[in-house]
């Protein structure tokens, strides 16, 4: 069955009455609905979505970008896998699909934004990977496209973003360290211009302070994030002359090649060298010594960005009057053996 014309010439009705039953409207007789979508699940028929997005001006389409790095397939990330099952919990209730929009690595993620809202893919984006200065939040905002932000930046003045508590995760890695007589802390941070990287820094120098620990630029170690990266941080802090007596990693899988270059070197993690990760991630479960790292549930943040996104789309405002607050995502320290010992003086 091609189209709305035709089944309503099957069901020998009018269109008008076959378009309202399939819409759900409440001036419909009910065993009229009923005899309609039967027939049109028997016939096959399948509404015509582009033709009704142009007439009513919306795709009931939901865009989550995402960066589609050669990290990212290689190392497995789940993050985002995990992420779309809170936004799809939301959505569905309100018949929305959600679709992934992967941008490629080599191309300018505010020229790949800018081409998909030409196409008028979807009604709204969530965009990820903010950058500290991220052309796409100013552009979204003067094309007024709702959206909501994966991680803070310094464009766009006022607009919707949740971020992880990247300064709470630094602060508490830093204390526990310091509980343990540690004095060198380096960190591994993202070697691109990527925000959270300079919000952990920031937040890791505050920590220091605090102690009455001197800040070292020697000991921010910036890699990929990757566990390729990890592996090159631990290689960058074997070179260190006074060499740090524990680190701190911002991205999860970094942990799996840290070790493997520790153990190249005879340095055994949890004994020479503590380690604090940053996500808890399945993967890095099966590390010996346990990781000690940080603990969140990915599908209530994704849920919460579901609902403050929706909370700046006119049509849904309404069911969510708190769902627009800016949000900081904590995370819950899980303590293992890779920090567990103390140096004494």
């Known amino acids: 069955m091609k189209g709305i014309r035709q089944l309503a010439k099957h069901l020998d009705i009018s269109i008008g009455t076959v ?60 993050f985002f896998l995990s992420v779309t099952g809170g936004l799809q919990s939301v959505f569905t209730r309100h018949k929305l699909d959600l679709v992934m929009l992967p941008c490629p690595s080599d191309e300018d993620p505010h020229e790949y934004l800018k081409r998909m809202v030409a196409r008028r893919v979807v009604d709204a984006m969530i965009i990820s990977a903010t950058q500290r200065i991220d052309k796409r939040i100013d552009f979204l905002s003067k094309a007024k496209i709702p959206f909501v932000a994966l991680g803070r930046s310094s464009s766009g003045g006022n607009y919707p973003w949740i971020d992880l508590d990247f300064e709470g995760v630094a ?53 990929k994030s990757s566990e390729q990266g990890g592996y090159q941080a631990g290689t960058e802090l074997l070179r260190l002359k006074d060499r740090p007596t524990a680190i701190i990693l911002i991205y999860e899988l970094m942990a799996i090649g840290l070790y493997r270059r520790m153990v ?10 503590a380690v604090i990760g940053f996500r808890e991630e399945p ?19 994704g849920t919460k960005l579901a609902e403050t996104l929706l909370a700046s789309m006119p049509a849904y405002s309404a069911l969510y009057p708190k769902g627009a607050q800016n949000t900081i995502w904590p995370l819950e320290l899980a303590p293992g053996e890779s920090d567990a010992f103390t140096i004494t003086p």
């Open 19 to 78: 378009s309202r039953a399939l819409n759900d409207k409440p001036d419909v007789n009910e065993e009229t609905r009923k005899r309609v979508l039967a027939a049109a699940e028997e016939l096959g028929y399948v509404a015509n979505q582009s033709g009704r997005s142009l007439r009513q001006g919306t795709t009931n389409v939901i865009g989550l970008m995402i960066e589609a790095s050669q990290e990212t397939v290689e190392n497995g990330d789940n």
């Open 171 to 223: 602060a508490c890695a830093v204390e526990r360290l310091v509980a343990k007589g540690h004095r060198r802390i380096a960190i591994a941070a993202p070697s691109t211009d990527i925000n959270l990287g300079y919000v952990f820094v920031d937040a890791y120098r505050q920590a220091l302070e605090r102690h009455g620990l001197e800040f070292d630029p020697d000991l921010i170690i910036r890699v």
């Open 264 to 273: 190249e070197a005879g340095v055994v993690p949890g004994r020479d060298l």
């Open 283 to 301: 993967r890095a479960r099966f590390l010996q010594p346990t990781l000690t790292c940080f603990r969140l549930s990915l599908r209530d943040l």
